[in-house]
């Protein structure tokens, strides 16, 4: 049986490697702060004897007893909306946060998996992206504390790879949708399926022609589970490669909700990328991985979900 940690594991991405790699029959170890992640995500766990929740603020020492095989540090503000708020703690999580999650490795002898992001590719001028490109970042841009924050994060696991010896791999995750994302998270699923339930204007930035290719959560966490278990040193691209403009996307909820809400078009952020699709040449040769979930099943996942949630807060706020 393994025994992992996982930094963020109340986290949405988290909380689903949680729940598989318990179903996998490992031992897993949860250290949160919940800056951006909810006890909900995993209480349901909590009665698995082979599970344990640590609140903990993971740039503080990081310490976790017992043996262990693997540490995947997900700790990070991931939302847009999230990380412009929390910008110091977005840099704090990826430098000294990073750094306490390779130490943990290195005292293991752990595997280390990295969750790094399709951001460190910035608003790309190659397309689709593959690992190889260098990326198109602005240092000092709106986004900086969240693109940065990770790249330094590569760079420290690439240098724990080679000065220190440990075991590690990087991911890079492009844009994930599936339940368990706040409604309020920011990110443009989840805000197009809460508007589009309760009837309000769906806000589309821009006018919508800048695209995003979206993975099913099941189908990245598969992705995720085999580069970890593998002996990949990283970086890969686990992404679906399904790609669509921003209007669309609001048009295809908007249709999987059955609603008749507007589109309302508001400005676009500074910096926003323009193009963004992953290259999974690498995934699909050395992981045998590519995504199965067709993206009109996992939105109607997703709504299914999410209406059950706004239906439950809307109970609470009326009891
Ligand atoms: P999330 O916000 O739902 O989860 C992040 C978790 O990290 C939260 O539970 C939060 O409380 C926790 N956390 C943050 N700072 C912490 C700290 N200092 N100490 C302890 N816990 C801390 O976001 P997510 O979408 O699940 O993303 C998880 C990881 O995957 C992040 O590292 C993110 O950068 C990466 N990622 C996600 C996506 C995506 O589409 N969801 C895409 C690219 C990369
Ligand atoms: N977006 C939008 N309306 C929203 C939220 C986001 O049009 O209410 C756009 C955003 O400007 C970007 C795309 O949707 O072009 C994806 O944004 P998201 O925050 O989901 O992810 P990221 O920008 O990190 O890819």
């Known amino acids: 049986m393994s025994r992992v940690a996982i930094t963020g594991g109340a986290g949405f991405l988290g909380s689903h490697l949680c729940e598989r790699l318990l ?7 949860c250290v949160d702060n919940f800056v951006t992640g909810r006890p909900e995500n995993v209480e349901h766990l909590l009665t698995n004897r ?3 929740l640590i609140d903990r603020d993971v740039t503080e020492f990081l310490h976790v007893p017992g043996p262990l095989d693997a540490v995947l540090h997900f700790a990070s503000p991931a939302s847009p909306v999230d990380y412009y708020r929390l910008p110091i703690e977005t840099l704090m999580v990826g430098s000294a946060g990073t750094r ?9 002898g752990a595997r280390f998996l990295l969750a790094s992001t399709s951001e460190a590719y910035g608003d790309p001028k190659v397309h689709p992206q593959p690992e190889s490109y260098w990326g198109n970042v602005n240092p000092v841009g709106p986004r900086s504390m969240y693109d940065e924050a990770k790249r330094f994060a590569e760079a420290l696991t690439m240098a724990y790879r080679k000065a220190r010896g440990v075991d590690t791999g990087i991911v890079r995750i492009f844009n994930t949708y599936g339940p368990r994302m706040r409604a309020d998270d920011g ?5 197009f399926i809460s508007q589009a339930l309760r ?3 769906i806000t589309v930035a821009g006018d919508g022609s800048q695209t995003r290719s979206c ?13 970890l278990w593998s002996d990949l040193p990283g970086p890969v691209n686990i992404g679906n490669p399904h790609e669509l403009s921003i209007l669309d996307t609001a048009v295809l909820v908007r249709d999987l909700c059955g609603s008749r809400a507007p589109i309302t078009f508001i400005p676009r952020p500074v910096d926003d990328p323009t193009v963004r699709q ?11 991985w590519e995504p199965k979930v067709a993206v009109g099943d996992g939105l ?5 979900w999410l209406e059950r949630e706004l239906v439950g807060a809307a109970h609470s706020r009326a009891a």
Not at 23 to 29: F, K, L, Q, R, T
Not at 187 to 191: D, H, K, Q, S
């Open 187 to 191: 990110r443009a699923i989840p805000t």
């Open 50 to 52: 082979r599970f344990r």
């Open 199 to 201: 009837g309000e204007g």
């Open 100 to 108: 306490n999650a390779l130490g943990l490795a290195q005292a293991k």
């Open 278 to 288: 992953p290259d999974i040449t690498i995934a699909r040769g050395k992981l045998g």
């Open 300 to 304: 109607a996942r997703t709504i299914e």
């Open 23 to 29: 179903a996998d029959g490992a031992e897993v170890i």
């Open 215 to 227: 993975c099913y959560v099941d189908d990245l966490v598969e992705g995720i589970l085999r580069l």
